[in-house]
Structure formats: C-alpha cells, structure tokens
C-alpha cells in the first residue's frame, strides 16, 4: 500500500456505516477527516469512534478548506449519495469509494456516472460482500473447477425488520436496490453477469409496492444457467449456491463457506481464513485496502452498475431481458 499522508482520506457521513469505515480506518492506523451534516449523528459517531465530526455536511466543507484529501468515502444516507458523490466530482476528486448502489434511484445513478465520465474520476461501489474471505476461497475453488456450470440465489427479506427501520420511504420503495443488490451483486460476482433473464414478480406491501415474491431464471454471459427465488411472505435467508463440474459452494449465511463435492451428499464446512472478516465489518478490510492500493479487479464501479440497473428492474417487476 502506498504511504498515505496525513489527514489523505476524507469520510462523509456519520451514521452506523460510516462509523464501521472509521473504527476499520483507525485499526489500520490511518489519519482521517469525517465530515458529516447533523450534531445528533456527530455525536453517536463520535461516542463510537472518539473521533470529532466536521458537521454542516460537505458543501460547506468543502467551500472552507482549499486542499483535499486524495481519496474519499462516501457512506451517507442512500438519499443523499449521488448528491454527494457529484459534489466531490465537480471539486476534484479522482478516486470516491461510493457506497452501495450509488444514488437513491436509477436517475440519480446514471448521473453520477455521466459527471464521473466527464470529469475522468474513479467512482468505484462499495460491495463489500464481493471481499469476504468466503468469497475469495471460493474464487480459488471456481478457477481450480475450470469456471461455474450454474448457479442460484435467494434475497429474501424479513418485512418485521424493516418495517420499523428508521429508512426514508424512497429507499424502503426501492429495498431491492438498495438491500437486496448486496447478494445479487454477489451472485453476478462469482457466477456471471446475466445476458439473458425472465423474472416474475407478486404481491405487495403499502412500503414496497412492486412486489413481495419474486422467481426467475437465466444465462450468464459465461454460458452459466442460473436461477433465483425471494419470498417476503414467508420464511427464508439470503443464500448463494454455485455449481462447478467438481463441487457446490454454499453460502448460507454468506460470511461462512460449505461444500459439497461430486458423488457425495455430505456438505463439509470450508476453513477459511477469516479473522479480518471477524474483528471488522465483514469485507471491509480488504475492500477498503484494495481502495487505497488502486486494484480495482474485484470492484464494480459506477458506469458497470447503471449499466446493470435494467437487470434489477426487472428482478423487482417481472419481465424479459436480453441484455447486449
């Protein structure tokens, strides 16, 4: 990793994810600035972290100081992403780590694309299930197997949970977009982007308009078949499975890895090296250390996700979609 000056990272925002990317920052001994809007959130942080929030929001602090930081994270409130993203893009910022999906809707996300297209700045998201140590064994397992045959995935979620979440109304409308894509994009990572899908969607709740059960099936661009399943209405978790020639990986939950091999109905527990993933907020560490370092190789960035975002659409309402 190269040497990092003091004070050369700028984190915005001051909730519950910001406060994980400040006790990760301060474990790997780096100095930072966190700038944030609000004295409520400021303090929660800072009776968290022990670190001072530059309250006001970015705008103004951006306006009062006339050097900046060369890397930024953004980890706002998803109404406020994209807002913030272009703020730091328009005042010259190169590389932004940018928290999932990257605005509150697809409007506010191809923005950001087109001003980081325009200005030549690295918007890169904040996926951090894509670092798991999980993963990562079973990215070394898939390649040894000669590449993934198919693949499922579930994304159910629990309403009892979410319904009391202190969410804005707009983000809980669009939950698959910003829940849910966290094991979709898993599942893309390690099985492959899909060229082809149909989707079938049912039901709804008053918070969530456009759908509670949603099926469908698909080919990845690698050749790999693929299927998913998420029922609101009913009992169910996140879960990953991958099928190779050899083997099917497990990921349920998706911190820990199983396996199955050929010819057996035993599934066997994978060891993998996951301290990191323990004393942190699971793929953290190396998301942000994969930042910092420039390897952008297991990273989507901003131009890839609003070019996927018709994929979502029509995981959340049904449809057909051949994707060029």
């Known amino acids: 990793m190269e040497n990092l000056e003091k004070k050369d990272i700028l984190l915005i925002g001051a909730g519950p994810m910001a406060i994980s990317y400040a006790q990760l920052l301060q474990g790997m001994k780096f100095s930072f600035v966190v700038v944030g ?16 929030v530059k309250t006001g929001g970015i705008d103004k602090w951006l306006s009062e100081n006339k050097i900046y930081p060369k890397y930024a994270i953004v980890a706002v409130t998803g109404t406020q992403l994209g807002n913030v993203a272009r703020t730091l893009i328009k005042y010259g910022f190169k590389n932004i780590l940018l928290e999932k999906p990257g605005g509150i809707d697809n409007k506010d996300i191809k923005k950001v694309a087109e001003v980081a297209k325009e200005a030549g700045s690295k918007v890169l998201l904040g996926y951090n299930r894509r670092f798991y140590a999980s993963t990562l064994k079973a990215k070394e397992i898939i390649e040894e197997d000669g590449g993934v045959n ?50 079938y969607s049912r039901g709804k709740f008053d918070w969530h308009p456009n759908g509670t059960i949603f ?32 083997h099917r990986l497990i990921f349920r939950p998706l911190e820990k890895l199983q396996i199955q091999k050929l010819r057996s109905v035993a599934i066997e527990e994978v060891k993998i090296d996951d301290q990191i993933d323990i004393d942190f907020k699971p793929g953290l560490y190396r998301q942000v250390e994969a930042f910092l370092n420039g390897d952008i190789s297991k990273f ?25």
């Not at 809007?37 to 001072?52: C, M, P, V, W, Y």
């Open 37 to 52: 809007r609000g004295e409520e959130s400021a303090k929660i942080f800072h009776d968290n972290t022990n670190i001072k």
């Open 150 to 199: 198919s693949y499922y995935f579930e994304f159910t979620e629990w309403p009892h949970t979410i319904v009391p979440l202190p969410k804005d109304p707009e983000i809980k409308k669009r939950w698959i977009l910003h829940n849910s894509t966290h094991v979709i994009d898993m599942a893309f990572y390690l099985g492959g982007t899909p060229e082809e899908i149909q989707s």
């Open 215 to 246: 099926t469908g099936a698909g080919v990845s661009k690698n050749g790999a078949l693929f299927s998913y399943h998420s029922n609101w209405d009913a009992p169910g978790r996140w879960g990953v499975e991958i099928l190779t020639q050899n």
């Open 300 to 324: 989507i960035d901003i131009h890839q996700q609003a070019a996927r975002l018709e994929i979502f659409d029509v995981i959340c309402k049904g449809g057909h979609l051949s994707v060029s």
